[in-house]
């Protein structure tokens, strides 16, 4: 093997392993970024194409995880500290009500349905509750017995699926017969979750084994076990259903898994280190670029995912994590 393809092949590695460096953003970054501040109590409203941070509103205590109504007007934010949901008009900024959940308290993974209903996980009361803005803020609870901290939905509406964290299991929920089915037995600390191939394989992370795992949706079988970099605390399903991404923590990377095949395919280094605190992961609406919450910075990380170059650190509050993107 001659020197220069040593010294080659030696350069490709090395780059192939830095923690990724800023650029110049792409051009057609387009929408508003949401971004729960839950060390402050805020939710910042950034314009993805300039960057530019449009202002900040008052939330409920400890706002975590946010999602944007159907028509794209509206962004809910839970306030994980209390017992409710804020709705704000994404355009003027404005809080237009807060959603009391009753009995219903610690909300954290939010889904909002093409209905209307919001699907909310209620984890210090072992439920999923259930609001319908089309009836008035409607709230109803389906006990589960379990802590559920993230939640995922099916295409088609008919179930949820809420990830346990202390329990180890992930609840399976019939949105219809609003009860639950069962428990699936997924062992150490589950927390993030996706459902990807149009709900047949749901993809949960382990927080304490640097692993995620795929289950399919019908028999409830594992279908694979891949390794990931350490803590991988969210998992995302890019647009196009190709990629399953997850977050970790633990080393300030993603882990790409091929969604056909269920390998590996790389890690992806953004800050590369533990302090940066990387949480949540979020795609573009097309899918060229991924978010990530670095909550030990107070920024938010905007890579190009089929490079997973860095473009840029978009400036938020303190302790911000859950995000969410209004057209």
Same mark, same amino acid.
């Given at each position: 093997?001659?020197? *220069?393809?040593?010294?080659?092949?030696?350069?490709?590695?090395?780059?192939?392993?830095?923690?990724?460096?800023?650029?110049?953003?792409?051009?057609?970054?387009?929408?508003?970024?949401?971004?729960?501040?839950?060390?402050?109590?805020?939710?910042?409203?950034?314009?993805?194409?300039?960057?530019?941070?449009?202002?900040?509103?008052?939330?409920? &205590?400890?706002?975590?995880?946010?999602?944007?109504?159907?028509?794209?007007?509206?962004?809910?934010?839970?306030?994980?500290?209390?017992?409710?949901?804020?709705?704000?008009?994404?355009?003027?900024?404005?809080?237009?009500?807060?959603?009391?959940?009753?009995?219903?308290?610690? &909300?954290?993974?939010?889904?909002?349905?093409?209905?209307?209903?919001?699907?909310?996980?209620?984890?210090?009361?072992?439920?999923?509750?259930?609001?319908?803005?089309?009836?008035?803020? /409607?709230?109803?609870?389906?006990?589960?017995?379990?802590?559920?901290?993230?939640?995922?939905?099916?295409?088609? *509406?008919?179930?949820?699926?809420?990830?346990?964290? &202390?329990?180890?299991?992930?609840?399976?929920?019939?949105?219809?017969?609003?009860?639950?089915?069962?428990?699936?037995?997924?062992?150490?600390?589950?927390?993030?979750?996706?459902?990807?191939?149009?709900?047949?394989?749901?993809?949960?992370?382990?927080?304490?084994?640097?692993?995620?795992?795929?289950?399919?949706?019908?028999?409830?079988?594992?279908?694979?076990?891949?390794?990931?970099?350490?803590?991988?605390?969210?998992?995302?399903?890019?647009?196009?259903?190709?990629?399953?991404?997850?977050?970790?923590?633990?080393?300030?990377?993603?882990?790409?898994?091929?969604?056909?095949?269920?390998? *590996?395919?790389?890690?992806? &280094?953004?800050?590369?280190?533990?302090?940066?605190?990387?949480?949540?992961?979020?795609?573009?609406?097309?899918?060229?670029?991924?978010?990530?919450?670095?909550?030990?910075?107070?920024?938010?990380?905007?890579?190009?995912? /089929?490079?997973?170059?860095?473009?840029?650190?978009?400036?938020?509050?303190?302790?911000?994590?859950?995000?969410?993107?209004?057209?």
């Amino acid at each position: 093997m001659g020197l *220069k393809l040593v010294i080659g092949m030696a350069a490709a590695m090395l780059a192939a392993c830095a923690p990724a460096q800023e650029a110049a953003p792409e051009k057609g970054a387009a929408g508003t970024l949401l971004v729960g501040n839950k060390g402050e109590d805020t939710l910042s409203f950034i314009a993805l194409a300039t960057g530019e941070e449009l202002g900040r509103a008052k939330t409920g &205590p400890m706002p975590h995880e946010i999602a944007i109504s159907p028509d794209g007007s509206q962004a809910a934010v839970v306030a994980y500290g209390g017992n409710s949901i804020d709705i704000f008009d994404v355009a003027s900024r404005a809080k237009l009500r807060t959603i009391d959940l009753g009995e219903n308290e610690g &909300p954290h993974g939010l889904v909002w349905l093409d209905d209307g209903r919001l699907a909310v996980t209620t984890e210090r009361s072992g439920t999923l509750t259930i609001v319908d803005t089309a009836k008035g803020d /409607a709230v109803t609870a389906i006990p589960t017995g379990q802590r559920g901290h993230m939640v995922a939905v099916s295409p088609d *509406k008919s179930r949820a699926y809420t990830a346990n964290i &202390p329990d180890g299991t992930v609840s399976v929920i019939d949105l219809a017969a609003g009860r639950k089915l069962r428990d699936i037995e997924v062992g150490g600390e589950p927390e993030g979750i996706a459902l990807a191939k149009n709900g047949r394989e749901l993809w949960v992370g382990d927080l304490k084994g640097a692993r995620v795992q795929a289950f399919d949706t019908d028999s409830f079988e594992r279908l694979a076990e891949v390794k990931t970099g350490p803590v991988p605390i969210r998992v995302a399903v890019s647009p196009d259903g190709r990629w399953v991404v997850t977050s970790n923590l633990g080393s300030g990377s993603l882990t790409v898994i091929d969604a056909a095949t269920r390998q *590996k395919v790389r890690d992806v &280094p953004v800050s590369g280190t533990e302090e940066a605190q990387q949480v949540t992961i979020l795609f573009s609406r097309d899918g060229r670029h991924l978010y990530a919450a670095e909550t030990g910075r107070n920024q938010v990380a905007e890579l190009d995912f /089929a490079t997973g170059k860095l473009l840029r650190r978009l400036d938020a509050g303190e302790d911000g994590d859950g995000l969410a993107i209004a057209p």
